[in-house]
């Protein structure tokens, strides 16, 4: 009864230590994933908003140097606005929605084509009369441009909240398997506590029988 006792209790002191290791290891694992995911996490919401803050920056600079030529009051030309607009495409590639690219590039196109209507307006003076109707084209566009472009900030957010959501599913996930693991451990050593209780009284009673 003593070998078997023995036996026993190794087996079960084996499975135990398994088990908490295994235990030990998933929080190990959630520890650094949560660390990972966080810090990714961070980096995009960081990345993301100067993607957004220089769209919005980008687009208003090149209305206000154009304004800026248009007025006398820049020695720059209009090649430093077309600059800008291409810096507002390019950005645009990297927020990962071809709708709202599609729609950003469309009214950027009807921009830059009204600064060129306008700026041809004005510097002909043959023209003179159209340049009300032009002006009122071209902040028409700049309005819808800022429209479009204030879509691009929502977008991105919505993908970092989508992100911290995954983060939580799969760190409830991991908590509940430490949980599983670390009662179903519990168990077994409650188990095997209860299991050398009924063997120490059969050996007494046999003992006594002796």
Not at 73 to 82: G, I
Not at 93 to 108: C, D, F, T, Y
Request: some cysteine; aromatic content about 8%; hydrophobic content about 40%.
């Amino acid at each position: 009864m003593s070998k078997l006792k023995k036996t026993f209790e190794e087996q079960t002191i084996r499975r135990s230590f398994k088990l908490l290791a295994a235990a030990f290891t998933a929080i190990v694992l959630i520890s650094i994933l949560s660390y990972y995911i966080n810090i990714r996490i961070g980096e995009y919401q960081a990345s993301s908003q100067n993607l957004s803050e220089r769209i919005r920056s980008r687009t208003i600079n090149s209305n206000l140097l154009f304004v800026e030529i248009t007025a006398g009051a820049s020695d720059k030309d209009l090649n430093e606005v077309w600059t800008l607009i291409e810096g507002v495409q390019e950005d645009l590639r990297a927020i990962g929605n071809a709708g709202i690219e599609s729609q950003v590039n469309e009214k950027l196109m009807v921009f830059k084509g009204c600064m060129l209507e306008l700026h041809g307006v004005m510097s002909d003076a043959k023209r003179k009369k159209e340049e009300t109707q032009r002006q009122s084209d071209y902040y028409k566009a700049y309005s819808e441009l800022n429209e479009v472009t204030s879509k691009v900030d929502p977008h991105l957010k919505k993908i970092a909240e989508d992100k911290i959501s995954m983060m939580k599913v799969v760190y409830i996930f991991m908590s509940l398997s430490v949980i599983i693991l670390l009662g179903f451990a519990g168990w077994e050593v409650k188990k095997f506590v209860s299991l050398i209780s009924v063997m120490e009284e059969s050996n007494r009673e046999n003992n006594k029988i002796l």
